[in-house]
């Protein structure tokens, strides 16, 4: 059947185009309704109260790690494998698609929802949003990139304005959904409650349909966030195709009544009708799978232990071998905090606890208590401590930000009393946002990281601390020694509805290399209780983009998994960048003393950087420096190549400065000779061409060298500009 929606009658069309209930779309055309439903980490299906803050009950489902917790993985396969099977339980529950992957750059350590979003750095939130959604669709639910764009607060957040510059938009915040849409093709994308740089999301046609559509080729639906729509008008005009949640059809009656009036061009809501009954036709109800519980357990337990980062391990304090006696502390040990509050939150079919998993695996004494002198007794008799620290869901959430980053002082004073008395203290961390580490890694021995790790946790912490599983997490954002040096500090969340990006592109780690701040651990860290040794490193540069090879060596005396990471600089470029950035990055499995040669290939769109003069992207030619190395601050080799740039000169005119005019190529040599001749030698005491390179050129009447001016007006009314060069 044609799903042209232009036959239908205009209150028809009209219709379709808002959902019918908190859920669900409207029924047409004998074509079912569908369902979507919250969960980028699990399903969340509400059969009763509907709500969209995690307040009503909901069907139980597979709580895998959430973003903060599985984008420590950097494993693309891995979250493949998971969204696979949260499309199995969506498929089980009548979901169709599935509200995620959330793909939101943490521009700052405060924003409440960090938990549910993978990375401080586009492509490693890109190419982990583009894994989850092919595995996914791949089973026939579909997905809903979100939050689009430039989502990075929870204050204020359905009226607040994103003012952002163009480069930072399209380099940082922009990047990670491209990524997505162009790699994965999600059946919708979801647009943001927020402003971007004035106009609502819901309403920004620049946003929906030229970028999204006309650039990147998107050719599902979009969606609005619940409640993000503030004019249904002008959302349809710019290409929201869906406003949800439903139930309320006068926003209907205003669509018709536009129409009628002349305010809204039809084909704008033929267009969107149809993308809505293409939806319900992709959506189609397939057969329910068959949910294997246990199975999908195993996978979030699995998921769960390659989330997990070793910050550090001062004289082999891990692993524990288990025959010492152990004390356990802090009340996360049994009553974990593994997940969000919020939209998000999961009713977990299964639940493991750390402290039944520790004392599992032990063949010594364990011991618990929840704190104070209980615990620092046992500390003191003990072989080995083991504290559980981080935040609860009451101190991050969905809806609001937090103040600082700092762990209660409660806990900070109980770890330094545990410390004092035991040696060898191993702190564990749960938490959504980044924490303040400067404590803890003062006085433990070791520290583990799971941010928030799903159902599986427990078992997963408990096979890191006894050596049954190699720590292969790596951090996917900055750990800073304050919050003072985020480099987003001064401006977030904003005042007066507004949030002034005054960092621009230097987000995360990007910001705190450019200044050359100290950090308590760099975006990228991790440690192994194997090593790795790299070496060979090749790279080559052509028009395609640049391929890197390396070999990866497990020299240490046990198997283990290593994640390489590929950086690239320009340390000869003429624009204002970070000192490396993040181009390729890919996992590896080793048995000890075996090697592997680890090719990855970078697209030469992801060298290019964004004019704003031309509203284009271009590559700058010259010296790329590839590193390769275990984290941003951690460089094990390097090379150089030379890179072929693109021909990106701006329309010269007689508002383009001497500086630029000389640039070129063309005309250049020969206004130089001109104001040789004007001004020769040292006749002012200064070099004359850089001390007049910033003024336009039609400046220089005012200074008597109006002959001058028409000279070079009359060669770029002629068009000697310098002629385009291929890459």
Known sequence: MDTHAADLPLPVKAALCSGASFWQTKTVLGLQAITLTDGPHGVRVQHAASDHLGVGASSPATCFPPAAGLAQSWDRDLVHRVAGAIADEARSLGVSVVLGPGVNIKRDPRCGRNFEYFSEDPLLSGSLGAA?????????????????????????????????????????????????????????????????????????????????????????????????????????????????????????????????????????????????????RRAAPAQPAAIERQAHHLLAREAATRSIVMLKNHDAALPLSGDESIAVIGHFAVEPRYQGGGSSHINAAELDIPLEEIRARARGQVAYAEGGDAAISAARTADAAVVFLGLSDQDESEGYDRTHIDLPDEQIRLLEAVCA????????????????????????????????????????????????????????????????????????????????????????????????????????????????????????????????????????????????QVYLSFPESTLSRPPQELRAFDVVELERGAATTVTMHIPRADIAHWDDRIESWVVEGGRCSVRVGRSSRNILCRTDVQVVGDAAHPPLTADSTLGELLSDPVIGPRLAEQFQAMAPGDSLGTDVVKMISSMPLSRLKT?????????????????????????
């Open 132 to 280: 989850w959604v092919t595995g996914l669709q791949e089973r026939g639910v579909g997905a809903s990139v979100k939050h689009f764009a430039a989502n990075n607060t929870e204050t204020d957040r359905m009226r607040s304005d994103s003012q952002v510059d163009a480069r930072a938009l399209r380099e940082i915040y922009l990047k990670s959904f491209e990524r997505v849409v162009t790699e994965a093709q999600p059946w919708t994308v979801m647009c943001a409650y927020n402003k971007v740089n004035g106009v609502y999301a819901s309403q920004n046609r620049w946003l929906l349909t030229d970028v999204l559509r006309e650039e990147w080729g998107f050719d599902g639906l979009v969606v609005s966030d619940w409640g993000a729509v503030a004019d249904r008008v002008a959302a349809l005009a710019a290409g929201l195709d869906l406003a949800m949640p439903g139930g309320d059809s006068s926003s209907d009656d205003d669509v018709v009544a536009a129409v009628h009036a002349g305010r809204l061009d039809e084909d704008l809501v033929d267009d969107s009708a149809t993308r809505v009954l293409r939806l319900l």
């Open 421 to 564: 008395v035991q040696p060898r203290t191993v702190a564990v961390l749960s938490h959504g946002g980044i924490v303040r580490l400067s404590g803890v890694n003062r006085c433990a021995a070791a520290i583990l990281d799971g941010a928030l790790l799903g159902q599986g946790g427990g078992s997963a912490i408990a096979d890191i601390l006894f050596g049954v599983a190699d720590p292969s997490g790596r951090l996917a954002e900055t750990v800073p020694a304050r919050l003072q040096d985020a480099p987003s500090y001064l401006t977030f969340p904003g005042e007066h509805s507004q949030v002034r990006y005054g960092e621009s592109i230097f987000v995360g780690y990007r910001g705190y290399d450019a200044r050359d701040i100290e950090v308590t651990f760099p975006f990228g860290h991790g440690l192994s209780y194997t090593e790795f040794h790299y070496s060979d490193l090749a790279a080559t540069a052509d028009h395609h983009g640049i391929a890197v090879s390396v070999t990866v060596t497990n020299v240490g005396n046990r198997d283990g998994r290593d994640v390489i």
């Open 703 to 727: 200074f008597g060298a109006g002959d001058a001016v028409a000279a070079v007006e009359q060669m770029l009314s002629d068009g000697a500009e310098s002629p385009a060069e291929s890459p």
